[in-house]
């Protein structure tokens, strides 16, 4: 009996792997893990195009007729006058008379019963050994056998280029068709960037210094200080609600809170409760008191010496006298003079902003057309313009009688091959059957033998597997 296939063994282009899950022992039936060699590793390939499926879609196919807004309900409903529902009036409350009775079942049927205090459960003290060594195995350590996987080789066809040994000896148009020749720069009529000195000295005379003439200031304007006058009419201090206001007589609005009625009894108070009733006195025993251990001084006598105290010398040092300022204590009743030098020379002056002195133009302001003539514009003469030579080629295609050959390497050395299409592309390899799936991921398909012609005239077909 063959054994089935791996569709990595079916692939002939390469490109097709199975995923390689990790190894268990148990299969537990995830999904396979897609992370491959092939899509890790694998050039993307762009002219190579997924065959396009033939399954139909899907989708709603909606009605072409015209849709009647008719339905059940409409056509068998009929509406109803509706009719509002009569209101009753509820009749007036009216208390009984007699006394209530609040005995209730629980009370005469109920028996007090005398309960002690609850005792406090605690649980048994209990003691975890730890000086015992721990030695276990786990199930996963003792069950657990490590398989030794090698890694498999991959089938991938090695495409390495592969530069051609020869020198490419064949010549351009452009290096048969251009001749060089000499560059010829234009001659620059630009004038030379260099300043003129002048042998004449320097005349530091401006129109300013010339045409300034210098004139004398006016004495400073000094405004007299205007005297407060206080007004001699009185004052008005009425307001316009003073004016318009005129109190009415009213009366003061009335509270709508209750009146806080005092609720008295004129029966005597006995001074006994329901706590006081039922409450019984529990016997509480007082808790127990640990005595404190009294103190027992140790015998003999104690040393307080220390080294500090031994190794210490007392020196007679003086206290540090403040530094502090004789003061006299003498006081004087006359008043306080605050009048100081600043006070006594500085005199306030009035002062008051200057005004702005603006000078008499001097220079009359210019009359008639003006004219827009500039030294450029009188001393400049055109000259005819004589644009320079291109040594450019002309662009233009010379006609040639010999035939252009158009013959490559690719050409002449191709040899058409027919395309197979790789059998792993289908879903179901055509002459294989689908067996199974491992745990790795690995798809397993069986091929299918020809039919056989026996004596009887009947074909059987049988499955046979390729021996890889």
């Given at each position: 009996m063959r054994r089935p296939r791996c569709l990595c063994e079916l692939c002939t282009c390469g490109r097709h792997r199975c995923p390689h899950k990790p190894t268990r022992i148990y299969d537990t039936g995830q999904q396979p893990y897609l992370t491959t060699e092939y899509v890790?590793?694998?050039?993307?390939?762009?002219?190579?195009s997924p065959p396009q499926s033939l399954k139909p879609k899907q989708e709603y196919q909606a009605h072409r007729g015209k849709m009647e807004g008719i339905t059940?309900?409409?056509?068998?409903?009929?509406?109803?006058?509706?009719?509002?529902?009569?209101?009753?009036?509820?009749?007036?409350?009216?208390p009984k008379t007699g006394e209530i009775q609040l005995g209730t079942t629980y009370q005469k049927d109920y028996n007090a019963h005398k309960i002690q205090p609850a005792t406090i459960v605690r649980p048994l003290e209990r003691k975890h050994t730890t000086g015992g060594k721990l030695d276990t195995i786990p199930t996963y350590q003792d069950d657990y056998r490590l398989w030794g996987?090698?890694?498999?080789?991959?089938?991938?066809?090695?495409?390495?280029?592969?530069?051609?040994?020869?020198?490419?000896?064949?010549?351009?148009?452009?290096?048969?068709d251009f001749v060089p020749r000499e560059l010829n720069p234009r001659k620059s009529f630009k004038p030379l960037c260099m300043p003129k000195l002048s042998d004449v000295p320097f005349d530091g005379i401006t129109s300013h210094r010339t045409s300034y003439i210098a004139h004398q200031l006016e004495p400073k304007f000094?405004?007299?200080?205007?005297?407060?006058?206080?007004?001699?009419?009185?004052?008005?201090?009425?307001?316009?609600?003073?004016?318009?206001?005129?109190g009415l007589p009213g009366q003061l609005a009335k509270s709508c809170k209750p009146?806080?009625?005092?609720?008295?009894?004129?029966?005597?108070?006995?001074g006994l409760t329901e706590f006081q009733d039922r409450f019984q006195t529990w016997s509480v025993s007082l808790p127990e008191v640990r005595k404190t251990k009294e103190?027992?001084?140790?015998?003999?006598?104690?040393?307080?010496?220390?080294?500090?105290?031994?190794?210490?010398v007392k020196h007679q040092i003086s206290p540090v006298v403040p530094i502090r300022p004789v003061?006299?204590?003498?006081?004087?009743?006359?008043?306080?003079?605050?009048?100081?030098?600043?006070?006594?020379?500085?005199?306030?002056?009035?002062?008051?902003?200057?005004?702005?002195?603006?000078?008499?133009?001097?220079?009359?302001?210019?009359?008639?057309?003006?004219?827009?003539?500039?030294?450029?514009?009188s001393h400049y003469t055109p000259h005819e313009i004589i644009p320079a030579q291109s040594f450019k080629p002309l662009h233009i295609v010379l006609p040639n009688s010999a035939r252009f050959e158009d013959e490559t390497m690719y050409r002449t050395e191709y040899t058409p091959k027919k395309q197979e299409m790789c059998p792993a592309n289908y879903p179901s390899p055509p002459g294989y059957i689908y067996v199974n799936t491992d745990s790795?991921?690995?798809?397993?398909?069986?091929?299918?033998?020809?039919?056989?012609?026996?004596?009887?005239?009947?074909?059987?077909?049988?499955?046979?597997?390729?021996?890889?």
């Open positions: 890790e590793k694998y050039p993307k390939y762009s002219n190579v059940t309900f409409k056509s068998d409903y009929l509406p109803y006058d509706i009719v509002k529902r009569p209101f009753r009036v509820p009749e007036q409350y009216k996987v090698q890694r498999r080789e991959p089938n991938k066809v090695d495409h390495t280029y592969h530069p051609p040994t020869e020198k490419f000896g064949n010549s351009t148009t452009f290096q048969d000094v405004r007299s200080k205007e005297e407060y006058r206080p007004s001699s009419k009185p004052f008005e201090d009425l307001t316009t609600h003073r004016n318009d206001f005129k009146e806080n009625t005092k609720v008295e009894s004129n029966a005597h108070f006995n103190y027992i001084p140790p015998p003999g006598n104690m040393d307080f010496h220390s080294t500090s105290h031994l190794d210490y003061s006299n204590g003498r006081r004087i009743d006359a008043p306080f003079q605050g009048n100081t030098t600043t006070k006594d020379d500085f005199q306030a002056w009035d002062s008051c902003r200057q005004e702005i002195i603006k000078k008499h133009e001097e220079i009359p302001k210019p009359t008639g057309k003006f004219d827009d003539l500039t030294t450029f514009k790795h991921g690995h798809k397993f398909f069986r091929q299918l033998t020809p039919e056989i012609s026996e004596p009887s005239g009947n074909h059987v077909p049988k499955e046979i597997a390729v021996v890889s």
